[in-house]
């Protein structure tokens, strides 16, 4: 047999290249289309058409055929380029299969060979060899009314055969579910809609070796109804907010999906009360940079003033939140809102809703959560020095000292403290704010002291209530214990109790309750509320003594809530913060609730605690400086080897312009020191725990 | 029911059984009565098999009774204790104060 390729612009270009070739007609050869041409786009793709062509001239009779097929795909190819759309393609491709019979079923074509249509197995005897089919999973082949067990058959016309499809048809139900959330503010409706699964033998084409094979066609049927859905959302009382629209979604779906089908309500939150000041009340921050950075002494401070009568602020009560709806039309309370607790001082007064001053002087307003303290501050100028023939000052208000403070001097004020000139080996001690415009010397300089003690307890308070609660939780369990007798609790209350729960379940509380009314009896007079005593008195009668007093499940409960609040209340940042506004210092011990700024050259070998900002315009020489909310200093280290400690927590960061070789610096538990000189950097710490300097 | 108590004497070893409640009621019995009797022996061995009912206070006295003995060198024992007394013991840490070793 003789066959040649040709390659042409379109096929019947090459066809002709091929029969001039052969010299040879159209009806005297097959032609086989291996390529056809593609025109590309823009010339990009272009593909030439390519055709084999064999001259099979004793099958003279089967060229008929072949010629139409060749015409057919002609056509189709034609349609093919002119209709690029895909349905046509589709439809085509149908046209090419419906006609596949029509084009190979000359018997010769189909000797030895096998072929499933529409369920029928079709079978052609060749005296060459048998043809065989394999059955898959879920065919079942009978072959002369038997079932056949092997895996792979021979097959021949004389046998009659059957094909047995298992689960031709399967129905899944629709399976659908509603159930409300947690909160209730929504009922979702699952749905799974069901289907009907027919099973079919796969057609295939006539070949000597064919594989029976299971097609599935899936036919989704959502058979949810309507009324159902309905009767289901009654049965659960769901009445508020249904969405009628999701169901008729629902009721279409052709997939499985969650269906929102009633949404409630959710409760707004209310506001707390909050206070409106009328009038400035913190004075400016003193002695800070302006824009160009520079600082001005003269400008140190801004002192609002206040006359009697003067309307300070307005207490502006809670406001209520909006009830929700739950689907099930219960009303969602809520949050509740809290109102603002005043606690009023002296020369403050509340009328109506507003507070009033009724003297004339420095307002100070502070702020702790809805905790709200408010008096007019005196003020003593002492215009001296202070020192043995003026005596220490203790005052109450603010204290301005015109002159020095000198050693062993001791300056305490419930207001602010100024001093104008230096203060040597003294102490200088308040609540509120510090700022010294002179030098610094082997001096304890100590602002805000009440915020950290309060900080302090509060933490104690936050331990000792866990363990509170649990002890509750024990006692309360016991009782529920049903060999345990509570009779002797009427006549000797919870002491015996409690004193077995301490000697080992409660190990530690002892100690804690110690710690707390050590820190409570240190700091006393720093601590404005009485709350704090008073849980140190109570935590004395009930675990420490042996009083007679009946200690009740209700006396530990009140204890414990005491407890909690006050624990909250410690956690609430303070507004305004103390701080600290100083020249410099040397061997000195500063220590600050909130910011402390050292404007002038800076500090030497002395110990720096900053509850908030620390910030260093001049030199850090020697001892530890310690920035709760971070450092930012100019020049820190000393060349002669002094030990200089920069600390921050772990979340915190250190600036620092001019570092000197030997500077340790600590950020949480992890400490760097530098090995050599280092300008603008930045130290923080990265999820290695590692200390990384920029 | 009120707490009553008897001793089984077997040489240096002494058995106590307990029978009643050990509670608030059984103080001064177990203070009068119990413990100077238990101070004769070396080894004391508690059965609380008779026990059904505890409160705060007898599991204080139990704790006296082993700490009194302890002093002495004595050694004590806690046995036959019900499950219900026994959840009792174990919310209050009993096990853990007179050392597990105590109790078989």
């Not at chain 1, 700091?523 to 675990?543: N, P």
Request: aromatic content about 6%.
């Amino acid at each position: 047999m003789q066959s040649i390729v040709s390659k042409g612009k379109t096929i019947e270009d090459a066809v002709n290249v091929g029969l001039n070739l052969l010299e040879a007609s159209k009806k005297e050869v097959n032609i086989e289309i291996l390529q056809k041409e593609n025109k590309g786009f823009m010339g990009v793709g272009r593909k030439q058409a390519v055709v084999k062509l064999s001259i099979n001239r004793l099958e003279e009779n089967q060229t008929q055929p072949e010629k139409s097929s060749f015409k057919a795909e002609m056509d189709s190819f034609e349609e093919y380029i002119e209709n690029l759309s895909p349905y046509l393609i589709e439809n085509q491709k149908l046209n090419m299969n419906d006609s596949y019979p029509s084009t190979d079923m000359s018997p010769s074509n189909l000797e030895g060979k096998v072929w499933v249509k529409d369920n029928q197995l079709f079978v052609k005897n060749s005296p060459s060899h048998f043809s065989t089919i394999t059955s898959c999973k879920g065919v079942k082949l009978i072959k002369n009314g038997e079932v056949v067990k092997e895996h792979t058959t021979i097959i021949s016309e004389k046998d009659q055969f059957e094909i047995e499809i298992e689960n031709q048809q399967q129905i899944k139900e629709t399976t659908w579910n509603v159930s409300i959330d947690s909160s209730g503010l929504s009922a979702r409706l699952h749905i799974e809609p069901g289907c009907i699964i027919k099973r079919n033998v796969q057609n295939m084409e006539p070949s000597e070796h064919i594989e029976l094979c299971v097609e599935e066609t899936v036919e989704v049927r959502n058979e949810i109804d309507y009324e159902e859905i309905m009767k289901k959302i009654n049965a659960l009382h769901v009445t508020y907010g249904i969405n009628q629209s999701e169901i008729i979604k629902a009721m279409n779906t052709q997939e499985p999906g969650v269906f929102e089908i009633a949404n409630g309500k959710k409760a707004e939150s209310g506001k707390d009360g909050w206070i409106e000041l009328k009038i400035d009340v913190n004075p400016r921050n003193g002695l800070v940079e302006d824009e160009s950075g520079n600082v001005d002494f003269r400008e140190s401070r801004s002192i609002p003033k206040l006359e009697k009568g003067q309307i300070v602020a307005i207490v502006h009560p809670p406001l209520p939140g909006t009830p929700g709806v739950t689907v099930t039309n219960e009303p969602i309370p809520a949050k509740p809102t809290y109102p603002i607790k005043l606690k009023l001082g002296n020369g403050m007064i509340e009328v109506d809703d507003k507070l009033v001053a009724t003297e004339s002087g420095r307002p100070f307003v502070e702020r702790r959560g809805q905790l709200v303290s408010a008096s007019i501050m005196p003020k003593y100028v002492h215009d001296d020095h202070v020192n043995l023939s003026s005596g220490n000052i203790r005052f109450h208000g603010d204290v301005d000292i015109l002159g020095e403070v000198e050693e062993n001097m001791l300056v305490e004020a419930k207001g602010d403290i100024y001093v104008y000139g230096s203060v040597n080996q003294a102490e200088l001690n308040t609540t509120k704010s510090i700022v010294v415009k002179g030098n610094i010397a082997s001096s304890d300089i100590a602002a805000g002291k009440n915020n950290m003690l309060i900080a302090e307890l509060g933490h104690i308070l936050g331990v000792l209530h866990g363990q509170l609660e649990k002890m509750i939780a024990v006692i309360k369990q016991l009782s529920q214990t049903s060999a345990f007798k509570s009779s002797d609790v009427s006549v000797s209350g919870l002491q015996p109790l409690i004193r077995i729960l301490l000697e080992r379940r409660f190990k530690g509380f002892l100690s804690l309750v110690n710690q707390y009314q050590t820190v409570v009896n240190k700091g006393e007079k720093y601590l404005d509320s009485e709350d704090w005593s008073f849980i140190s008195v109570s935590l004395t009668q009930i675990f420490q003594t042996l009083s007679n007093q009946l200690i009740t499940i209700e006396r530990l409960e009140n204890l414990s809530k005491k407890m909690f609040d006050l624990h909250e209340l410690s956690q609430e940042p303070i507004e305004p913060e103390s701080y600290i506004t100083i020249s410099d210092a040397t061997n000195s011990n500063l220590y600050s609730s909130g910011n402390i700024n050292i404007i002038g050259n800076g500090c030497i070998n002395s110990k720096v605690h900053s509850g908030g900002k620390l910030n260093v315009f001049g030199v850090v020489r020697g001892g530890e400086v310690y920035g709760r909310l971070g450092v930012r200093i100019d020049e820190v280290g000393s060349g002669s080897g002094t030990k200089t400690i920069v600390s921050v927590p772990s979340d915190q960061k250190i600036y620092i312009h001019k570092a000197m070789e030997g500077t340790i610096l600590k950020i949480g538990n992890v400490t760097r020191t530098l090995n050599a000189d280092r300008k603008q950097i930045t130290g923080y710490l990265n999820d290695q725990n590692q200390i990384i300097l920029e | 029911m009120v707490l009553k108590f008897s001793i089984n004497e077997m040489d240096s070893r002494g058995v106590v059984n307990l029978v009643g409640d050990l509670d608030i009621e059984a103080t001064e019995m177990i203070n009068d009565d119990l413990i100077p009797c238990l101070l004769e022996f070396q080894i004391i061995q508690l059965n609380f098999e008779h026990v059904p009912f505890v409160d705060s206070s007898g599991m204080g006295l139990l704790l006296n009774i082993v700490k009194r003995l302890k002093e002495q060198n004595i050694e004590v024992t806690i046995s036959d204790v019900k499950e219900e007394v026994y959840e009792v013991f174990d919310l209050l840490q009993i096990p853990e104060i007179v050392g597990e070793e105590t109790f078989v």
